[in-house]
């Protein structure tokens, strides 16, 4: 896992070599100390000590959220052989971790954490990532321009791109089910679906209460910290463990400050090219939409 220096360094570089700086306007920069996420937001605790790797949520995201059937089915466990990222069409997946010392495996559930202060968000240029007061993140495919800074930017590497609408571009991620639940008061697709009980549903807060009262009842099962309540400034998903987190797969030198606060001091030092990759990223999305429409347009002519 990259060192906290070298996550900064890559930022920095991914943020000037793709655009990304452009990005963050100052008032955004100045706003990452202020904004401490909406404080009657909800969340979800997963508990890691519980998790079997029976992917039923995998299963129930993949068909709340439309996605296509995978190529290896849900109870085929021969995926866990691998360690896999989310995709455009799997916006969670489990991964299986052999830590020294543990006598059986251990799983985890990656998905989008709906930071409290998400660099997704904070490094769109044009806006297309909003916070909701409910606590998901979601994403407006109609103005994305597609220049993939919000990738290079999450700590977690989840937004992934389709690479299948290359002229309309769409990033895509676990969006809490927004539309079809959250809004509505309803937990997750993926939480209903765990047999397991590993995914609690409720006020961030009072999830925060309840991981340190697990972690107080039961200290011989869990290490005593629970991810997600401080790291990066908070996210809505957060974890229990029975390993320190470094041995499942968690980055556990992020910090605790927003990502946006390391690039800061740089966008100073730049203040010419926020002014200028915007125009250039618009000019070339609207030029390849543009051509894409006199395309069709022909072909529509000829027939
Ligand atoms: S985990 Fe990544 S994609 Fe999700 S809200 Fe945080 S920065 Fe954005
Ligand atoms: S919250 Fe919804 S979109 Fe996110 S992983 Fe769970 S089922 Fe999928
Ligand atoms: S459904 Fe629950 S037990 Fe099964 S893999 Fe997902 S989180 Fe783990």
């Known amino acids: 896992m990259m060192s906290t220096l070298n996550r900064r360094k890559f930022l920095k570089g991914g943020l000037l070599g793709g655009a990304a700086a452009t990005v963050l306007g100052t008032k955004k920069a100045e706003a990452a100390h202020s904004f401490g996420g909406y404080p009657e937001s909800m969340g979800v605790l997963v508990d890691l000590t519980r998790c079997v790797g029976c992917r039923s949520c995998e299963a129930a995201c993949n068909k709340e959220q439309g996605l296509p059937t995978p190529a290896q089915p849900f109870d085929d466990q021969s995926v866990l052989n691998q360690k896999r990222r989310t995709s455009e069409g799997a916006y969670t997946v489990v991964n299986r971790y052999e830590v020294p010392g543990q006598d059986h495996p251990l799983f985890?559930?990656?998905?989008?954490?709906?930071?409290?202060?998400?660099?997704?968000?904070?490094?769109?240029?044009?806006?297309?990532?909003?916070?909701?007061?409910?606590?998901?993140?979601?994403?407006?495919?109609?103005?994305?321009?597609?220049?993939?800074?919000?990738?290079?930017?999450?700590?977690f590497y989840v937004p992934a791109y389709s690479y299948s609408s290359v002229l309309n571009p769409v990033v895509k991620k676990c969006i809490f089910c927004y539309d079809t639940r959250l809004k509505l008061g309803r937990p997750p697709a993926c939480v209903e679906a765990c047999p397991q009980e590993v995914l609690t549903f409720g006020r961030r807060q009072d999830l925060i209460k309840l991981g340190h009262e697990r972690i107080r009842s039961n200290p011989d099962r869990y290490v005593d910290h629970i991810y997600g309540e401080k790291e990066v400034g908070g996210t809505a998903w957060m974890y229990l463990s029975s390993v320190g987190f470094e041995n499942v797969g968690f980055d556990t030198e992020l910090?605790?400050?927003?990502?946006?606060?390391?690039?800061?001091?740089?966008?100073?030092?730049?203040?010419?090219?926020?002014?200028?990759?915007?125009?250039?990223?618009?000019?070339?999305?609207?030029?390849?939409?543009?051509?894409?429409?006199?395309?069709?347009?022909?072909?529509?002519?000829?027939?």
């Open 255 to 303: 910090g605790n400050e927003p990502i946006i606060n390391y690039v800061k001091e740089f966008l100073t030092i730049v203040p010419m090219v926020l002014t200028i990759w915007p125009a250039l990223f618009g000019g070339f999305h609207l030029l390849a939409t543009r051509k894409e429409a006199v395309k069709n347009e022909q072909q529509a002519n000829k027939r």
């Open 108 to 155: 985890r559930k990656i998905q989008c954490n709906h930071c409290n202060e998400p660099a997704c968000l904070t490094s769109c240029f044009v806006n297309a990532y909003k916070k909701t007061p409910e606590g998901a993140v979601v994403y407006d495919a109609s103005v994305c321009v597609g220049c993939r800074t919000c990738m290079v930017a999450c700590p």
